[in-house]
C-alpha cells in the first residue's frame, strides 16, 4: 500500500497477532478465526473487498462448522462485490451443505438471490423456502412478499396470494385454530338449547356406545360443560381446553402438517374416548383427551426425531413434560375427592398420542437425521408401510378394546 504523498500507507485494521496467523501454517485457534472474520467484516464494510478475502480464505476450512461457514459467508460476500458471482455462489452452497448454523439463513437468502437473477425461478423459490424456514420473525415478511412474487411468475396464483396475505400481515387460518372455531361454535349452540338436545346427542356415553353409537367417541370433543343454572351457555371448560389447543395444535401442524394433525386429532380422540369407556361409568365430555394426544405427539415425536423447531416451539416444548405431569396429578387428586376430571381419557389420549409421534416421523421440518444425511436442509421422507403399520397397530388396539369392553361391561 501507497498513501498520497508516495509513502507506505498505514493499514488501519493491521493486528500483528492476526497478520502473523496469515503467514502461518495450519489451522488457527477459534478466537483468532473470529478476529479474522470480524476483521474481514470491517474491511468490506470499508469497501476493501479483496483484503477481506485475505482474512476470510484463512479460516475456511476450520473444525468448527459455525465458523467455517462464517468465514464462507464473507467470503462469498467479497466475491460478490468483486462481481465474481459464480465463486460467491460456490461458497454460499458450501455453507448450506453444512449443518444449520447461524450463517445458514443468510446463505439461503443470498443464492436465492443470486438464483432469481440467473432467472432459475424454482430454484430461486426453494432457496427462498428454505430461508423463510430459518428466518427471524423480522424478515419473514420481506420473504414472503418475494415468494409471491415468484409465485405469481411461475404461474402459481393461489400461492402467490397466500404470500401476499402473509407479507401483509394476514395469515390464512390454520388446521388447529380452524378446529378451535369449530369446536367452540358447537359447543355454544347445543349450551343454548335449554334442553341440551343436541348436547344428548354428542356426548360420550357408555351404554349408547354398547348399542352401537360410535361417533360419540369423536364428536365427545365438541362439547363441553356448561357454566352452571346461572349461566349454562358459559363454558370454562372449554375456554381452557380451546386455550391449550389454540398452544400445541399449531406446533403439530408446523411439524407434521394438516393432515396428520387430523388424523392425529380424530384417533387420539377415539383412543381417549375408549379409555373413559372401559374405565368411566358416567357421561364425558371434552376435547381434553385429544388435546392431551397432541401434547404426546409432541412430546414422543421431538425426543425419537428431534425435529428443527421455531423459536415459538422452542419456547413450549421443553414445558410439556411439567405439563402432563401436573395435570394427570391434579387428575389423581380430582379423582379421590370426588371430582369429574376423565384422566382415563387424559392418558389414553396420551399414550396413543406418544406411540404416533414416535412412529410417524415429522414431513414439514428437517430432522436430526434428516439433516444429517442431507445437509439441505430436507424434510425427512415419511415411509408410507410404517405410518400405516402404526396408525393400523393403534386402531387394532382401540377396537379390540372397544370390543372386548363391549363384551364384558
Known amino acids: 500500500m501507497t498513501d498520497p504523498s508516495g509513502g507506505p500507507a498505514v493499514d488501519p485494521l493491521a493486528d500483528p497477532r492476526l497478520d502473523a496467523a496469515l503467514r502461518a501454517q495450519g489451522p488457527v485457534d477459534a478466537a483468532v478465526a473470529q478476529r479474522l472474520i470480524a476483521r474481514g467484516r470491517e474491511r468490506l464494510n470499508m469497501g476493501d473487498a479483496r483484503q477481506a478475502l485475505v482474512d476470510f480464505r484463512r479460516v475456511v476450512g476450520h473444525t468448527d462448522a459455525a465458523i467455517t461457514s462464517a468465514a464462507l459467508l464473507g467470503y462469498g460476500d467479497a466475491l460478490y462485490r468483486l462481481d465474481d458471482e459464480r465463486q460467491a455462489a460456490a461458497a454460499w452452497e458450501a455453507i448450506v451443505r453444512l449443518r444449520d448454523n447461524p450463517s445458514t439463513y443468510q446463505a439461503w437468502r443470498n443464492l436465492a438471490g443470486v438464483r432469481v437473477r440467473a432467472g432459475e425461478l424454482q430454484s430461486a423459490t426453494e432457496a427462498y423456502r428454505q430461508a423463510d424456514r430459518r428466518a427471524p420473525a423480522e424478515d419473514k415478511a420481506e420473504i414472503a412478499a418475494r415468494l409471491g412474487w415468484l409465485a405469481k411468475e411461475t404461474g402459481n396464483a393461489g400461492a402467490a396470494n397466500r404470500y401476499f396475505s402473509r407479507a401483509r400481515g394476514g395469515t390464512s387460518i390454520s388446521l388447529a385454530h380452524l378446529l378451535v372455531i369449530v369446536t367452540s361454535v358447537v359447543t355454544l349452540i347445543t349450551l343454548s338449547d335449554p334442553e341440551f338436545r343436541l348436547f344428548q346427542l354428542l356426548y360420550l ?205
Open 205 to 409: 356415553d357408555r351404554q349408547d356406545v354398547q348399542n352401537g353409537e360410535l361417533w360419540r367417541l369423536f364428536t365427545v370433543t365438541l362439547v363441553h360443560q356448561p357454566g352452571g343454572p346461572d349461566a349454562p351457555w358459559f363454558s370454562l371448560h372449554l375456554l381452557l381446553n380451546m386455550y391449550a389447543l389454540w398452544i400445541v395444535g399449531p406446533i403439530v401442524e408446523s411439524i407434521w402438517g394438516k393432515r396428520l394433525l387430523l388424523l392425529f386429532y380424530f384417533l387420539t380422540a377415539i383412543a381417549a374416548s375408549t379409555a373413559s369407556f372401559l374405565t368411566s361409568p358416567g357421561p364425558a365430555v371434552g376435547a381434553s383427551g385429544a388435546i392431551f394426544g397432541l401434547v404426546g405427539v409432541i412430546f414422543a415425536g421431538t425426543r425419537a426425531h428431534h425435529p428443527m423447531l421455531d423459536r415459538r416451539a422452542r419456547a413450549i416444548v421443553p414445558q410439556l413434560g411439567f405439563f402432563i405431569v401436573v395435570n394427570l396429578f391434579f387428575g389423581f387428586l380430582s379423582q379421590g375427592t370426588g371430582g369429574n376430571i376423565d384422566n382415563a381419557a387424559h392418558i389414553g389420549g396420551l399414550v396413543s398420542g406418544m406411540w404416533l409421534g414416535y412412529v410417524v416421523p415429522p414431513g414439514k421440518v428437517p430432522t436430526l437425521r434428516s439433516a444429517w444425511r442431507n445437509p439441505r436442509g430436507e424434510p425427512a421422507q415419511r415411509s408410507p408401510m410404517l405410518v400405516a403399520a402404526g396408525v393400523f397397530a393403534l386402531v387394532g388396539v382401540v377396537a379390540s378394546a372397544l370390543a372386548v369392553g363391549g363384551a364384558t361391561l
